[in-house]
């Protein structure tokens, strides 16, 4: 029996593991103790028993999976990342097939190759039904502004579906971070890395180039809602020879969304939508990672307009995802 909320819920940035995959993200998990490793494992290899659950216990109506980091962004092998990538992809979409009503798909994607990139995402909106894709972060320390990957961001756009930014470690860990793990990765380092690259799409002029495109980030934004005004003063005194057509801080909340995945405090939530616009809002878990309970609790009660927590809630994305 599904708990019934004020408002429907849709979420998207909820991870799975495909068989298999497990190596690649032994960077990420070596670090848990052994009880909590051995709970994640059991939920993020489940599709259909123990998060069906979950999403009904906390009225999550729909959620859009994707396979947990770093997935193939950690395979060095071009060749194997691309089947990898559909090997994914294909299981996904099995697993959403017994399920359609309460799953969507976010595409894997072999970025090491912009070409090959583009035409898995073509084939896994178009063939499989994915509402997009989700990428964890640089591939290898490649970052996705340069020219090369124009042709990525024209699919991104011809396609009409959002590409979710998901954090991942730095290619090479900054010296600010030595001799402290606890800041260089979920807590803090993450962020940083994120709103950085998200920051290169930006000046590197992606936006410009594709100015339909839309870019997902998590986490509240990885921090940039804080940050717009400076970025646009600083910006304006320090540009390098950056020309952009509108001012840094008009694409976030036009091609960059945000979700409040992991991220359940009143007042960011507040800077969000001052600076961003309620469209450009969405709420996520970040499962199962992150506990279900508390971020449901978090946006059904959180001081704010009803009709901007039922855009939160469902609204935005139903639009963004043509549901
Ligand atoms: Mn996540």
Redesign the pocket.
């Known amino acids: 029996m599904m708990k019934t909320n004020k408002y429907r819920k849709i979420t998207f ?3 799975f593991m495909t068989p298999g995959f497990e190596e690649y993200s032994k960077v990420f998990i070596k670090h848990l103790k052994p009880e909590m490793l051995a709970k994640l494992s059991a939920q993020l290899n489940d599709i259909d028993e123990i998060r069906i659950a979950e999403m009904d216990k906390h009225g999550i109506d729909y959620s859009i999976l ?1 396979q ?2 770093p997935g193939v962004q950690g395979e060095q092998d071009l060749s194997r990342a691309l089947s990898q990538a559909q090997r994914s992809n294909d299981y996904l979409a099995e697993k959403i097939h017994n399920h359609p009503t309460r799953f969507g798909g976010f595409a894997s994607l072999p970025m090491h190759d912009p070409k090959l990139a583009a035409q898995e995402l073509t084939r896994a909106v178009k063939e499989l039904g994915f509402k997009g894709a ?1 990428v964890n972060g640089h591939t290898h320390g490649t970052y996705y502004d340069g020219v090369q990957y124009d042709e990525f961001w024209a699919c991104v756009q011809e396609l009409d579906v959002p590409f979710y930014l ?2 991942a470690d730095a290619f090479v860990f900054p010296q600010v971070f030595d001799n402290h793990p606890e800041i260089r990765g979920a807590a803090w380092g993450w962020g940083v890395e994120t709103a950085s690259h998200a920051l290169r799409l930006l000046f590197g002029g992606v936006f410009d180039r594709f100015p339909s495109a839309k870019v997902i980030l ?2 509240m934004g990885e921090g940039l809602p804080f940050i717009p005004w400076r970025l646009d003063n600083r910006f304006s005194a320090y540009p390098f020879g950056v020309h952009l057509e509108r001012s840094p801080s008009e694409y976030l909340g036009s091609n960059i969304l945000i979700t409040t ?2 991220v359940c405090a009143a007042a960011p939530l507040k800077c969000a939508l001052a600076e961003m616009g309620a469209e450009a809002v969405m709420f996520s878990v ?1 499962y199962p ?2 506990d279900t309970e508390t971020a449901v609790n978090f946006i059904d009660s959180v001081d704010i307009e009803e009709d901007v927590r039922s855009m939160i809630c469902h609204g935005n994305a139903e639009l963004l995802f043509k549901l």
């Open positions: 940035e909820e991870h994707s947990t980091g989700l998901h954090p998590g986490h995945s992991g970040d990672y992150e």
